[in-house]
């Protein structure tokens, strides 16, 4: 399944996130979630701000918007950014398209 930026995406219901100091840090409540060996995933301040929007609310292409005026640099980039990112969590189940 190819992920565009007009899709909304949610957090699994099957992780928890928790911020400790400056990290988000992502814990899989069941087997088969993130990594093959479960072992917890973390994000800096930049996934942290791209977690907390996964909400279904707003498209990737509406959060890659509010992330272009909180961080200094080009919406392609940011986009570009974005969808590696939510590729690589649905990979890994932590997030579902909807």
Same mark, same amino acid.
């Given at each position: 399944?190819?992920?565009?930026?007009?899709?909304?995406?949610?957090?699994?219901?099957?992780?928890?996130? $928790?911020? &400790?100091?400056? =990290? *988000?840090?992502?814990?899989?409540?069941?087997?088969?979630?993130?990594?093959?060996? /479960?072992? %917890?995933?973390?994000?800096?301040?930049?996934?942290?701000?791209?977690?907390?929007?996964?909400?279904?609310?707003?498209?990737? $292409?509406? &959060?890659?918007? =509010? *992330?272009?005026?909180?961080?200094?640099?080009?919406?392609?980039?940011?986009?570009? /950014?974005? %969808?590696?990112?939510?590729?690589?969590?649905?990979?890994?189940?932590?997030?579902?398209?909807?």
């Amino acid at each position: 399944m190819d992920i565009t930026l007009d899709q909304t995406v949610v957090t699994s219901e099957d992780v928890v996130a $928790r911020v &400790i100091e400056d =990290e *988000l840090i992502i814990v899989p409540l069941v087997s088969g979630i993130g990594d093959m060996d /479960d072992e %917890l995933y973390t994000m800096n301040e930049t996934g942290r701000a791209i977690w907390s929007r996964l909400t279904g609310e707003k498209t990737l $292409r509406g &959060i890659a918007a =509010e *992330l272009a005026e909180e961080f200094s640099a080009t919406i392609e980039v940011i986009e570009k /950014d974005l %969808l590696g990112l939510i590729r690589e969590l649905v990979r890994r189940k932590m997030v579902v398209v909807v």
